[in-house]
Protein backbone atom coordinates (compact mmCIF):
# COMPACT_ATOMS: atom_id res chain seq x y z
CA UNK A 1 0.00 0.00 0.00
CA UNK A 2 1.48 3.72 -1.09
CA UNK A 3 1.15 6.73 1.21
CA UNK A 4 -1.22 8.21 -0.77
CA UNK A 5 -3.56 5.18 -0.64
CA UNK A 6 -3.21 5.03 3.36
CA UNK A 7 -4.10 8.90 3.34
CA UNK A 8 -6.64 8.30 1.59
CA UNK A 9 -8.33 5.30 3.68
CA UNK A 10 -7.49 7.44 6.59
CA UNK A 11 -9.21 10.67 5.03
CA UNK A 12 -12.32 8.06 4.41
CA UNK A 13 -12.37 6.99 7.38
CA UNK A 14 -11.88 10.53 9.72
CA UNK A 15 -14.27 12.63 7.60
CA UNK A 16 -17.23 11.25 8.61
CA UNK A 17 -15.96 10.84 12.71
CA UNK A 18 -15.15 14.58 12.18
CA UNK A 19 -18.14 15.45 10.59
CA UNK A 20 -20.38 13.77 12.98
CA UNK A 21 -18.88 15.60 15.94
CA UNK A 22 -18.99 18.85 14.32
CA UNK A 23 -22.41 18.38 14.04
CA UNK A 24 -22.75 17.58 17.66
CA UNK A 25 -20.80 20.29 19.19
CA UNK A 26 -22.85 23.20 16.72
CA UNK A 27 -26.11 21.72 17.72
CA UNK A 28 -25.17 21.48 21.20
CA UNK A 29 -23.81 25.20 21.03
CA UNK A 30 -26.97 25.75 19.17
CA UNK A 31 -29.50 24.34 22.36
CA UNK A 32 -27.26 26.33 24.92
CA UNK A 33 -27.95 29.49 23.32
CA UNK A 34 -30.77 28.79 22.54
CA UNK A 35 -31.47 27.97 26.47
CA UNK A 36 -29.61 31.36 27.12
CA UNK A 37 -32.03 33.21 24.98
CA UNK A 38 -35.23 31.91 26.84
CA UNK A 39 -33.98 32.81 30.49
CA UNK A 40 -33.19 36.37 28.70
CA UNK A 41 -36.40 36.50 27.19
CA UNK A 42 -38.34 35.71 30.43
CA UNK A 43 -36.15 38.54 32.26
CA UNK A 44 -36.95 40.95 29.99
CA UNK A 45 -40.62 39.89 30.07
CA UNK A 46 -40.49 40.04 33.56
CA UNK A 47 -39.19 43.64 34.36
CA UNK A 48 -42.37 45.03 35.61
CA UNK A 49 -44.00 41.78 37.07
CA UNK A 50 -41.78 39.28 38.65
CA UNK A 51 -44.39 37.43 40.40
CA UNK A 52 -44.89 34.50 38.22
CA UNK A 53 -44.08 30.62 38.57
CA UNK A 54 -42.71 31.16 34.96
CA UNK A 55 -39.97 33.27 36.50
CA UNK A 56 -39.63 31.71 39.40
CA UNK A 57 -38.40 28.35 37.11
CA UNK A 58 -36.59 30.37 35.13
CA UNK A 59 -34.26 32.24 37.66
CA UNK A 60 -33.76 28.75 39.39
CA UNK A 61 -32.04 27.50 36.07
CA UNK A 62 -29.37 30.11 35.70
CA UNK A 63 -26.65 28.37 37.54
CA UNK A 64 -27.51 25.41 35.32
CA UNK A 65 -28.08 27.22 32.19
CA UNK A 66 -25.11 29.60 32.51
CA UNK A 67 -22.48 27.70 33.97
CA UNK A 68 -20.05 28.70 31.75
CA UNK A 69 -20.34 32.48 32.75
CA UNK A 70 -19.69 33.25 36.14
CA UNK A 71 -20.84 36.92 35.63
CA UNK A 72 -24.30 36.00 35.19
CA UNK A 73 -23.79 33.53 37.97
CA UNK A 74 -22.65 36.28 40.50
CA UNK A 75 -25.13 38.25 39.82
CA UNK A 76 -28.12 35.90 40.02
CA UNK A 77 -26.19 35.06 42.93
CA UNK A 78 -26.65 39.02 44.74
CA UNK A 79 -30.10 38.94 43.37
CA UNK A 80 -31.21 35.77 45.26
CA UNK A 81 -29.41 36.92 48.88
CA UNK A 82 -31.18 40.70 48.17
CA UNK A 83 -34.29 38.74 47.97
CA UNK A 84 -33.64 36.92 50.95
CA UNK A 85 -33.34 40.82 52.93
CA UNK A 86 -36.84 42.13 53.92
CA UNK A 87 -37.75 45.59 52.57
CA UNK A 88 -35.31 46.42 50.21
CA UNK A 89 -36.83 46.72 46.95
CA UNK A 90 -34.88 49.40 45.48
CA UNK A 91 -31.43 47.36 45.92
CA UNK A 92 -33.65 44.46 44.92
CA UNK A 93 -34.71 46.30 41.32
CA UNK A 94 -31.11 47.29 40.68
CA UNK A 95 -29.63 43.62 41.31
CA UNK A 96 -32.57 42.21 38.77
CA UNK A 97 -31.25 44.87 35.81
CA UNK A 98 -27.90 43.95 36.66
CA UNK A 99 -28.54 40.35 36.18
CA UNK A 100 -30.45 41.39 32.70
CA UNK A 101 -27.40 43.19 31.92
CA UNK A 102 -24.90 40.36 32.31
CA UNK A 103 -27.44 37.94 30.61
CA UNK A 104 -27.59 40.59 27.76
CA UNK A 105 -23.79 41.35 27.57
CA UNK A 106 -23.08 36.89 27.87
CA UNK A 107 -25.43 36.87 24.54
CA UNK A 108 -22.95 39.45 22.91
CA UNK A 109 -25.44 42.72 23.36
CA UNK A 110 -22.54 44.71 24.78
CA UNK A 111 -24.22 48.27 24.41
CA UNK A 112 -27.52 46.95 26.53
CA UNK A 113 -27.65 49.50 29.61
CA UNK A 114 -29.77 49.23 32.57
CA UNK A 115 -31.35 52.85 31.95
CA UNK A 116 -32.79 51.34 28.59
CA UNK A 117 -33.70 48.22 30.10
CA UNK A 118 -35.91 49.94 32.73
CA UNK A 119 -36.94 52.82 30.03
CA UNK A 120 -38.52 50.76 27.78
CA UNK A 121 -40.91 48.53 29.77
CA UNK A 122 -44.67 48.83 28.79
CA UNK A 123 -46.95 47.91 30.88
CA UNK A 124 -50.80 48.82 30.00
CA UNK A 125 -53.02 50.59 32.51
CA UNK A 126 -55.77 47.89 32.10
CA UNK A 127 -53.08 45.43 33.04
CA UNK A 128 -52.54 47.23 35.83
CA UNK A 129 -55.73 47.45 36.79
CA UNK A 130 -56.74 43.67 36.65
CA UNK A 131 -53.63 42.80 38.78
CA UNK A 132 -54.89 45.44 41.39
CA UNK A 133 -58.65 44.08 40.99
CA UNK A 134 -56.94 40.58 41.39
CA UNK A 135 -54.62 41.30 44.90
CA UNK A 136 -57.96 42.72 46.21
CA UNK A 137 -60.00 40.02 44.89
CA UNK A 138 -57.52 37.57 46.82
CA UNK A 139 -57.58 39.70 49.55
CA UNK A 140 -61.10 39.81 50.17
CA UNK A 141 -61.35 36.02 49.70
CA UNK A 142 -58.39 35.58 52.88
CA UNK A 143 -61.00 37.90 55.18
CA UNK A 144 -63.95 35.60 54.28
CA UNK A 145 -61.80 32.21 55.07
CA UNK A 146 -60.65 34.00 58.47
CA UNK A 147 -63.76 35.44 59.35
CA UNK A 148 -65.82 31.79 58.68
CA UNK A 149 -62.81 29.82 60.50
CA UNK A 150 -63.24 32.11 63.80
CA UNK A 151 -66.33 31.32 63.71
CA UNK A 152 -67.24 27.64 62.59
CA UNK A 153 -68.13 25.47 66.02
CA UNK A 154 -64.89 23.38 65.59
CA UNK A 155 -63.19 26.49 66.19
CA UNK A 156 -64.17 27.20 70.07
CA UNK A 157 -61.99 26.10 73.03
CA UNK A 158 -64.88 25.40 74.76
CA UNK A 159 -66.45 21.82 74.03
CA UNK A 160 -68.80 19.79 76.35
CA UNK A 161 -68.21 16.00 76.84
CA UNK A 162 -70.78 13.65 75.41
CA UNK A 163 -72.55 11.82 78.44
CA UNK A 164 -71.42 14.45 81.96
Known sequence: MSVLEI???AALVLIPLVAVWLARYLADRSEKRKNKMEV???LMI????SSTLEYVRTVN??????????????????????????NSAENTQFKFIKL????????????????EIIANSYMPQWLCEDLNNEKTYKEGQIKIAQCM?????????????PGK
Open 7 to 9: VNV
Open 40 to 42: FKI
Open 46 to 49: SRIN
Open 61 to 86: CIDVIFADSPKVRRAWRALYEQYARP
Open 100 to 115: IEEVARDLGYKNLEWD
Open 149 to 161: LASSPSSSSTSAE
